[in-house]
């Protein structure tokens, strides 16, 4: 048994590359598949200015492999003092492809946040005027409300309050974990979008705890019950161009996830495409797998699809690999859940 696709060759609408030892280890996992990636902005300082974009650009121009033609496309982290002028110039030369609206404190180096979503009002109009898309982590950081609602709550407190005062804002409902989350977006029009990631389509809560806690399953937000995994997959593979390929893959070294206080992310970049395929394999839809990864992500975007391809193949035995990458001194591990890995792709 050995069936093969071959699709355009995708693009990942939420990726986080880090920076230095980290960047030059990971970027090539995502380099060989994906043509593009919007390139997630919180570095440690953020990503705030046009300046600060051109220079992360550059060094992940720098850090790919020979021959890659692999673009990253720049984001701007939203803070409560981002000016309206500076988006509005930074957009008009692509210095930015999207703001990154992170609630602070709800994930990794978001701190400097929002916390207040009426003091950024002025810089979401003037998004809505010049049509820049607003990619949103949806999550509450209330500490009263459950870990597992939370995707929930934003919807109830910001996203429709959002939707309502500025309709023709563009956003990006980024990796959607929850069947509310899922049914709010078929609700919407063209302007709200959701992103999916492979870890999404593939674990439950119960992976987090499946023989002890596993910190390798942790991710911001975290996976949820069967009825939300079920609607999360089924949306994928609708064929609904509200619904496209971002892996949120994001990479911590081992010793900030083997300990108390894991670090919360999944970094699954060389398998994000293999799973993807076996998910709409299992769910009879490979015929809107190119839709998915390849697609719709670049038509909300502005983007034409890129103009290459690449073939993935099921093999007959499990994909076998070494599950880590080398950074400094330290490993940071693929993420590899109980289910086996068949699909692959084809050198």
């Known amino acids: ?54 220079e992360y650009r550059r060094r992940i121009i720098k850090a790919r492999p ?25 957009y008009a030369v692509k210095a930015f492809h999207a703001v990154k609206l992170f609630p602070a404190g709800a994930t990794t180096n978001s701190d400097e946040g929002v916390i207040d979503i009426n003091q950024v009002y002025p810089v979401l109009e003037a998004m809505q005027e010049i049509g820049m898309p607003l990619s949103v982590h949806g999550e509450v950081v209330d500490p009263r409300v459950d870990i597992f609602d939370r995707e929930e709550a934003f919807i109830e407190r910001v996203l429709e309050p959002l939707r309502k005062d500025l309709p023709e804002l563009k956003i990006v409902f980024e990796h959607l974990t929850s069947k509310a989350g ?94 993807v395929a076996q998910v709409f394999e299992e769910l009879s839809a490979l015929d809107k797998l190119e839709g998915f990864t390849s697609i719709y992500g670049a038509r909300f975007y502005g983007l034409s699809p890129n103009g290459s391809t690449i073939t993935l193949a099921k093999r007959a035995e499990p994909v076998e690999m070494d599950w880590q990458i080398k950074v400094g001194g330290d490993v940071v591990k693929i993420f590899k859940p109980d289910t086996p890995l068949y699909w692959d792709l084809v050198d």
Not at 6 to 33: E, N, Q
């Open 1 to 54: 048994m050995n069936t093969e696709i071959t699709i355009i060759r995708p693009d990942d609408w939420h990726l986080h590359l880090r920076d230095g030892d980290m960047l030059a280890a990971v970027l090539p996992s995502s380099a060989k598949i994906f043509g593009r990636a919007i390139v997630m902005p919180n570095l440690v300082p953020p990503v705030t200015t046009a300046e600060q974009a051109e």
């Open 66 to 90: 020979k021959n890659s033609k692999f673009m990253p496309l720049m984001t701007c982290y939203l803070t409560e003092s981002t000016s309206v002028e500076g988006i509005r110039a930074a």
């Open 182 to 275: 899922v049914d709010y977006v078929f609700e919407q029009d063209e302007n709200m979008v959701a992103t999916i990631t492979p870890h999404h389509m593939l674990l439950t809560r119960n992976d987090l705890f499946n023989g002890g806690m596993n910190p390798y399953m942790y991710c911001l937000p975290v996976a949820k019950s069967f009825a939300d995994y079920e609607a999360v997959r089924k949306a994928a593979v609708s064929g609904d161009p509200r619904f496209f390929l971002g892996t949120d893959s994001a990479p911590h070294p081992s010793r900030a996830k083997e300990k108390a206080g894991a670090a919360a992310g999944i970094f699954n970049a060389p398998t994000s495409i293999g799973y």
